[in-house]
């Protein structure tokens, strides 16, 4: 503990070190004491910890460095030297300690992440309630809201409850549910929503599901496309790394609880092949990022380190990115179907990370704080873009996802060097599960003429 951080002139009033200012006028020990307890009641886990400590072990080696080369000139900064030095060993001890808790806690229980409960404060129909199930949970169902990502909870709930939408005929009907669909709503910065009870059998999924299943959303779209055939932005077509990160530790806690396995963590397409493309066209084809998601619950079940397995990284400065890159590796992509982003932050959940580019894209003080956190980092970066292709089309062909790499067992199914353009598919349809286009983003029901109201009240059949 803390607590067991002494100096040495505590142990052995013969010497000074580490210096009288450790209990006396600047006090450091109290300084450095009060630090390390900050950083073990904040984190959520020992691997966080060991992230922080690092970054202090590295301020005071650089301290250090400092104040060596005044040292010959002045002999008491010597002593202090020695002080800093003994301050980085004891913070080196613990992180091994913390690294030996990550090392030999394997399973064991999950915690519960941090959840925020709105489902007091959400819209509710005036009327209408939804039942309370009578059969145990057995299935977790994923969705994404088919939404731009910048809608909110509350926007969704308003839609659930009082939204209209054209049926195949193109008359408008009301949407009047009791209120949102989803018992979890994951935002992209990874925030996760309670929406419902998980008691509460919700319409979400369609038919008898709702009755044993629990409805975790992703927001945003998690499409090539768009309905009116537009491509979608490389970076709204998959769930952030946010997203991944909590909905793992999320799903992980509600299989726990409910004894889950994992092969009941579905996409709604899972339930009803045919009748919706929910979560996305990404799901299982493409990207495929049912997989990943898979595999990210695993490593939380199984006490593993909690990171993402591979990351792809691109830079992105603002009006300009990585675009020429982004197109030249999606041959890489399809084959080795690593996680992907524009974010060094994100990177940082990482084990893996490929920086694709030089370092005038992402710079080399990003790449030095990847390594710091205990990432292994690799960059693809030729003297041109045709050059970093020609690596990245090399990797593809040895099948190693970064040189030095051994091969992976297992190789994508499916043509790999398609361009961007012959990714995207035609325009998908609209599901009744989705939010149509024109409902407003402020979450207020576009207008609707009196004439094309339903003149008989639709009431969902348990589930629509």
Request: charged content about 20%; proline content about 7%; hydrophobic content about 40%.
């Amino acid at each position: 503990s803390a607590e067991a951080v002494y100096g040495r002139n505590e142990l052995d009033t013969r010497v000074s070190s580490p210096g009288t200012q450790w209990l006396q006028g600047a006090r450091f020990k109290d300084t450095l004491l009060a630090q390390v307890r900050g950083l073990l009641e904040e984190a959520q886990d020992p691997a966080q910890v060991v992230v922080q400590l690092r970054q202090q072990v590295r301020d005071l080696q650089g301290q250090i460095a400092t104040l060596q080369a005044l040292a010959d000139q002045v002999s008491p900064l010597k002593q202090e030297v020695q002080s800093l030095r003994e301050t980085v060993q004891q913070q080196q001890a613990e992180i091994a300690r913390l690294q030996g808790i990550i090392a030999t806690s394997g399973g064991g229980a999950v915690r519960p992440p941090n959840i925020l409960d709105v489902v007091d404060s959400l819209p509710k129909h005036p009327t209408l309630r939804y039942a309370q199930r009578t059969a145990p949970i057995s299935m977790i169902v994923v969705h994404h809201t088919d939404t731009p990502p910048t809608f909110t909870v509350e926007q969704l709930a308003h839609y659930h409850v009082f939204g209209t939408r054209k049926d195949a005929q193109g008359n408008w009907i009301k949407k009047e549910w009791p209120g949102i669909g989803y018992h979890f709503v994951i935002t992209p910065d990874g925030t996760i929503y309670q929406g419902q009870r998980e008691e509460t059998c919700s319409y979400h999924v369609g038919g008898e599901p709702n009755n044993y299943s629990l409805g975790v959303s992703f927001i945003g779209r998690f499409m090539q496309s768009n309905y009116d055939g537009t491509p979608r932005a490389p970076e709204e077509q998959l769930p952030t790394p946010q997203q991944m990160y909590s909905a793992s530790r999320l799903i992980a806690w509600l299989m726990q609880k409910h004894d889950v396995p994992i092969e009941k963590v579905m996409g709604h397409r899972d339930v009803w092949p045919g009748q919706t493309v929910c979560p996305g066209d990404q799901w299982t084809a493409g990207a495929r990022w049912k997989s990943l998601l898979h595999q990210q619950i695993n490593a939380v079940l199984e006490g593993r380190e909690k990171r993402i397995e591979h990351y792809l990284l691109f830079w992105d400065h603002g009006t300009l990115w990585a675009e020429a890159d982004w197109r030249n590796a999606q041959a890489y992509i399809a084959h080795f179907r690593p996680t992907t982003g524009f974010c060094t932050d994100d990177a940082l959940l990482a084990r893996h990370v490929t920086i694709v580019g030089g370092d005038a894209g992402i710079s080399g003080q990003d790449e030095a704080r990847l390594r710091a956190a205990g990432v292994d980092v690799h960059r693809l970066a030729g003297a041109n873009e045709a050059e970093t292709r020609a690596v990245l089309d090399e990797l593809v062909r040895k099948n190693t996802p970064w040189p030095g790499a051994p091969p992976l067992v297992r190789k994508a199914a499916g043509p790999v060097a398609r361009g961007l353009a012959a990714e995207i598919p035609a325009a998908p349809a609209v599901d009744e599960w989705s939010v149509p286009d024109e409902w407003s983003a402020v979450g207020v029901e576009p207008a609707v003429p009196a004439t094309d109201r339903p003149r008989v009240k639709v009431t969902p059949a348990a589930e629509r």
